[in-house]
């Protein structure tokens, strides 16, 4: 299948083509001829999945088709609604490249910085707003904005959004909306609450489902170390001793943690960054922007703040502390091999670990392979019992830069 057979206008294939996007993913192939018919969608479907084009492309398509049937300017048109900060600017990136031959508006707002840049923007008049709840809410309260226009609404990750205490926020924009609208709903899982919640919006919706978030991806291949909690540094260092993984994503489960391993890292002359709840917006984007450019080696994250990081060919997540939720691994290492890309994905696993390991492995259906040659065993006798693995092959071959640096250590 491809772009074309989708029944896209020349613009957006032109943007396409001009990306080197030539085939869809599957929830693109799926969702936009749904979108573009004007139906409601819900889509259950985890990042990786390339379901922001899913939405963005056709949503381009509508705005553009319909253009005539609007003649103020000055009214917003979709409203695009996302739990994170860092979500909402990839998302209006995407915008700004699928709708790069267009004449449309799009931009962001977020919460953290002054909101008057963001406010002088809106009052030239915007097509497409992207935004999270708290900013929404309080331009609404102030009167700068006005959702009685909006023809397309997005919900994206829902879950997401009930995990962050969203929710409440969520309804009450929602009951600002004109109740002639299209409605798409976008979430990795479908909760209870989270399936009610859609009921309210969505009027007779198709639904998508792509790559349930008890799977993983068969393009990451999947490792664990047992190793002890004081060795975890060591370990990790010695993993970086490997020049082939030029950049990769690290998994806390706390922000302290997260400044823990990055103060580590930095003291042995990696390059690395935290991302967390607790860093400015400013220094959270400048983090994420080192690491698209490989001007940071390293960067250690936390799952909330995680959630929506998109990068381009990564290749390698490390999950420095193992979650305790087990969906949380599965969007974790979705960081890497996605839209069908290649990953690998370590997991380091101490002995009080033990049990979220296997509750991961529960749910994801398979044993993950450990690896036992390597420097700093677990003393734990306890560990799960699984088949040794050999080292990944890009390990083997940089074995003697590993020890090398043992050797300084040492």
């Not at 943007?15 to 004007?38: D, K, S």
């Not at 700068?144 to 409440?168: P, Q, S, T, W, Y």
């Not at 540094?233 to 010695?238: S, V």
């Not at 069908?340 to 509750?359: D, I, N, P």
Request: charged fraction near 25%.
């Amino acid at each position: 299948m491809t772009f074309e057979s989708l029944s896209l206008i020349p613009s957006i294939l032109k943007a396409l083509a001009q990306e080197g996007y030539t085939a869809p993913t599957p929830i693109q192939a799926q969702a936009i001829p749904v979108v573009l018919r004007g139906k409601d969608l819900l889509g259950c479907a985890q990042t990786g999945t390339g379901k922001t084009a899913a939405f963005a492309l056709p949503i381009i398509q509508l705005l553009l088709q319909n253009k005539n049937n609007n003649t103020s300017k000055n009214h917003i048109r979709s409203l695009i609604v996302t739990p994170t900060r860092e979500l909402a600017i990839q998302i209006e990136e995407s915008f700004k490249v699928y709708g790069g031959f267009t004449d449309l508006k799009y931009t962001v707002i977020f919460g953290g910085v002054n909101q008057h840049s963001q406010v002088k923007t809106l009052n030239r008049g915007v097509d497409v707003l992207i935004a999270t709840p708290g900013r929404l809410l309080d331009l609404i309260n102030q009167g700068i904005i006005n959702l009685g226009k909006i023809e397309i609404f997005v919900l994206d990750e829902a879950d997401r959004m009930l995990d962050m205490g969203f929710i409440h926020d969520v309804k009450r924009l929602i009951a600002l909306l004109p109740n002639k609208r299209q409605s798409l709903f976008f979430s990795a899982t479908m909760p209870p609450e989270i399936t009610k919640l859609a009921n309210t919006i969505l009027v007779n919706p198709e639904r998508v489902e792509v790559t349930p978030a008890s799977t993983t991806a068969e393009t990451i291949d999947q490792y664990v170390y047992h190793v002890d909690k004081p060795n975890k540094n060591h370990l990790l260092m010695d993993l970086l001793a490997n020049e082939e993984i030029k950049s990769v994503l690290v998994f806390t489960r706390t922000k302290h943690g997260a400044d823990k391993v990055v103060k580590v890292l930095i003291k042995n002359g990696v390059k690395a960054e935290a991302i967390h709840g607790n860093k400015a917006q400013n220094a959270r984007q400048r983090a994420l922007n080192n690491f698209k450019t490989l001007q940071t080696r390293v960067l250690v994250a936390t799952d909330i703040a995680a959630r929506g990081i998109d990068v381009d060919n990564l290749g390698y997540v490390i999950n420095y502390e193992i979650p305790n939720i087990p969906e949380t691994y599965v969007h974790r290492i979705g960081r890497s091999g996605r839209a069908g890309g290649e990953g690998t994905a370590y997991s380091f696993c101490e002995g009080e670990e033990v049990e979220y390991l296997r509750k991961i492995e529960k749910l994801i259906g398979q044993k993950i392979p450990v690896i036992g040659d390597h420097p700093y065993p677990s003393t734990n006798k306890g560990h799960i019992k699984t088949a040794e693995k050999p080292l990944p092959r890009a390990r083997r071959k940089t074995d003697e830069s590993n020890r090398g640096w043992r050797s300084k250590k040492q």
